[in-house]
């Protein structure tokens, strides 16, 4: 197994006076802040129906008391003596944008009908008054940044753009100027919105330049059999389970194990490159860097998790990204893609259906992108379900939110045929190498491929008519002049392909004509 170290950078993205933290179902229960050197945290309880925001510490609420539905994705931003915690409520398919304020000591609640996605606010302040939020959203199959004005409810839409934002800040010069940085797959830009007279300007744009001019190695037998395992915790191989010391087993992940049912085919080479807590955005940023020094063939993705998990992005903008993902790695690396569908998770059981509806707007997506391009694809996600022990047999003992042992297996079992799918190369570098009146001896280069078997000749005496078809276990094979042959027949025509261990085929070579000793 191949180890590769990787630099790993975070952007930080902090608002000024404002102290931000996140909570989601997928971390631990509580959420732990300090005002006033009074000890506050939150915590995210289910109930039949779904989910409320409690308060606890220094005072005690049911923040969502009066919301009933999914109160999800609490965000806590602190600012002096004051604090104000936002969240989604999610019921019958709608989502509304949530807070609480201390100040007030009251829950509000903000209607935005229509959205199919809303990222956690950021807070604008006029002084000591919380005038607005601005927030990442989508109602239109793009992820854009909104504004809400909050003495009128009124929601306006900021960066009406053919791009999905991916990450925002912002940073008030003065109470009524406010500056925006935005970053999408494409471009990064600056606006300034003056909320006295409702205006906005883009002050920047400029291109993200992700050039790759040349790999930085080149193919041979090792690199052509070599596989990449590319994701976030569940390809690190973290899983917690009952009779497992620990939480991290790689050695039990879907990586290990599609090496383990490849070994009777030949050798193969692994390189994990999972991440854990990393997300698809993070995936796009760090895989120029990463796999420039991880020189493979086969890539196998699987991303999204952690998009569904913690409301990072909307389905289209977390498809954007997996797609951009692909098509690189097949286009700047010449590998071969293999992407997953987002297994299930506990996060929706008994009563939540955000995550569930999340996770399978996402992986219709993937579905439809992989089509669209002819990405291979495995369905993780129904495989799981599918199972006969039941999909909760395939998710780890403890939270339920990694696959465990039986779920790994089930991922490598999904992987493994779609490497063997795969044909061999075209046999290249045909030559005669020896020849008399009796035998021409022809070679071509060998075929490397972990499971190639055999090469199959066919050739004939006229170019238009190969009738005849042969097969050899090695790099050459020999072409007989039979007594019975006319003298007329001293031309031989041919062509080679190779043909794997699974029966899969590679192109055949052009027609060679090659003449015995006369």
């Not at 806590?76 to 100040?103: A, E, H």
């Not at 001019?213 to 976030?232: H, R, S």
């Not at 049912?261 to 994990?272: A, M, P, Q, S």
């Not at 097949?330 to 995550?355: C, E, N």
Request: one cysteine or more; hydrophobic letters at 35%; charged letters at 25%.
């Amino acid at each position: 197994m191949k180890k590769n170290s990787v630099l790993i950078i975070f952007l930080l993205i902090t608002f000024p006076l404002l102290s931000r933290f996140n909570a989601n179902p997928d971390k631990d229960s509580d959420l732990t802040f300090q005002v006033n050197n009074k000890l506050y945290w939150i915590e995210i309880t289910r109930q039949k129906y779904g989910t409320d925001i409690l308060l606890h510490g220094a005072d005690e609420r049911n923040l969502s008391r009066t919301f009933p539905g999914e109160n999800l994705f609490p965000g806590i931003q602190v600012r002096g003596s004051r604090f104000i915690i936002s969240w989604n409520r999610y019921r019958r398919k709608n989502i509304d944008l949530c807070y609480y304020d201390s100040r007030d000591q009251k829950s509000h609640i903000i209607p935005t009908s229509g959205f199919n996605f809303i990222s956690s606010p950021e807070m604008i302040f006029r002084g000591d008054e919380l005038s607005d939020l601005i927030f990442k959203g989508n109602n239109s199959d793009n992820d854009d940044l909104f504004l809400v004005y909050l003495n009128t409810g009124q929601i306006r839409n900021l960066t009406r753009t053919h791009e999905n934002e991916k990450v925002f800040s912002i940073s008030q010069e003065e109470d009524h100027l406010v500056r925006i940085e935005t970053k999408t797959l494409y471009h990064r830009a600056l606006y300034q919105v003056n909320l006295d007279n409702d205006q906005s300007y883009i002050l920047e744009r400029e291109p993200i330049i992700r050039d790759l001019k040349q790999l930085p190695w080149e193919w041979n037998a090792i690199t052509l059999n070599t596989i990449i395992a590319f994701g976030d915790s569940i390809t690190v191989g973290e899983m917690r389970m009952d009779d497992l010391d620990g939480e991290l087993h790689p050695e039990l992940a879907y990586p290990a194990k599609v090496q383990e049912l490849l070994e009777e085919y030949g050798e193969t080479y692994i390189i994990n490159l999972g991440l854990s807590g990393s997300n698809t955005f993070h995936a796009v940023d760090r895989m120029d860097a990463i796999f420039s020094v991880s020189p493979a063939y086969f890539c196998l993705i699987l991303y999204g998790t952690n998009d569904v998990g913690w409301n990072l992005f909307s389905a289209a903008s977390s498809a954007e990204n997996l797609e951009w993902i692909c098509l690189n790695a097949r286009t700047k690396f010449g590998m071969y893609p293999i992407i997953s569908t987002v297994p299930p998770a506990r996060l929706w059981d008994p009563g939540v259906q955000r995550f569930k509806e999340n996770t399978e707007a996402l992986n219709a997506r993937i579905i439809e992108f992989a089509n669209r391009n002819n990405v291979p694809y495995i369905n993780t996600y129904q495989a799981f379900f599918n199972h006969p022990d039941g999909w909760e047999a395939c998710l780890e003992d403890i939270k339920g939110n990694h696959p465990s042992p039986l779920g790994h297996e089930v991922m490598a079992e999904l992987f493994a045929p779609k490497i063997l799918e795969v044909p061999p190369a075209q046999p290249k570098n045909i030559r005669k190498i020896e020849s008399n009146q009796n035998y021409i001896m022809v070679q071509w280069s060998e075929n490397v491929e972990f499971d190639v078997d055999t090469c199959e000749v066919e050739y004939g005496f006229q170019a238009n008519e190969l009738n005849r078809l042969a097969r050899s276990n090695t790099n050459n094979f020999r072409f007989l002049n039979l007594p019975f042959n006319s003298y007329l027949n001293y031309k031989i025509h041919f062509r080679v392909r190779a043909i794997d261990m699974a029966g899969n085929a590679s192109t055949f070579s052009p027609v060679f004509s090659v003449e015995f000793d006369r």
